[in-house]
């Protein structure tokens, strides 16, 4: 499976009174590790990215595993692409430390939903095909939550 991963430093803000990452900030995790990945893969048409393009966040499901105490190491967030169809962009996230030798400590698991959304209009946008040539580099399994209710309930 193909992922980007981000080396993310914390910061002292990203605390809360427990002594944790408060659970708010690892939206900001997302965004600042989407940023990053979509600009590393050069998506969006010509020289516009597709943050400059236009994209909305329609939906974000976070579990969270363990708490992430703050140290001044970054922590690794892996982004990958579960889901590219019309107008939609499903994102999937890994929050977690890898050492050599060591066992992987999971944080997080998440998924966001992006819409590519034409500002002029207001109208949700059909992903280019360039677009999804260089995303598609990104696509990998569905998040593994281990908990997933289903609609009904």
Same mark, same amino acid.
């Given at each position: 499976?193909?992922?980007?991963?981000?080396?993310?430093?914390?910061?002292?803000?990203?605390?809360?009174?427990?002594?944790?990452?408060?659970?708010?900030?690892?939206?900001?995790?997302?965004?600042?590790?989407?940023? %990053?990945?979509?600009? #590393? /893969?050069?998506?969006? *048409?010509?020289?516009?990215?597709?943050?400059?393009?236009?994209? &909305? $966040?329609?939906?974000?499901?976070?579990?969270?595993?363990?708490?992430?105490?703050?140290?001044?190491?970054?922590?690794?967030?892996?982004?990958?692409?579960?889901?590219?169809?019309?107008?939609?962009?499903?994102?999937?996230? %890994?929050?977690?430390? #890898? /050492?050599?030798?060591? *066992?992987?400590?999971?944080?997080?698991?998440?998924?966001?939903? &992006? $819409?590519?959304?034409?500002?002029?209009?207001?109208?949700?946008?059909?992903?280019?095909?360039?677009?999804?040539?260089?995303?598609?580099?990104?696509?990998?399994?569905?998040?593994?939550?281990?908990?997933?209710?289903?609609?009904?309930?």
């Amino acid at each position: 499976m193909a992922r980007y991963r981000c080396d993310y430093p914390m910061r002292w803000s990203d605390m809360d009174a427990y002594g944790h990452v408060n659970n708010v900030q690892y939206l900001r995790f997302f965004e600042d590790a989407r940023i %990053e990945a979509f600009a #590393a /893969h050069q998506a969006g *048409e010509g020289d516009k990215s597709l943050l400059d393009a236009g994209i &909305l $966040v329609v939906r974000h499901e976070i579990e969270y595993l363990k708490p992430l105490k703050w140290r001044p190491e970054p922590v690794h967030i892996d982004l990958w692409i579960t889901e590219l169809k019309g107008a939609r962009i499903d994102v999937g996230y %890994e929050v977690y430390d #890898a /050492h050599e030798g060591a *066992e992987r400590v999971r944080y997080a698991v998440a998924e966001s939903t &992006l $819409v590519i959304f034409d500002l002029v209009s207001e109208r949700p946008k059909r992903i280019g095909q360039a677009d999804l040539e260089r995303l598609d580099a990104l696509r990998g399994e569905p998040v593994p939550f281990r908990v997933r209710r289903s609609r009904s309930e």
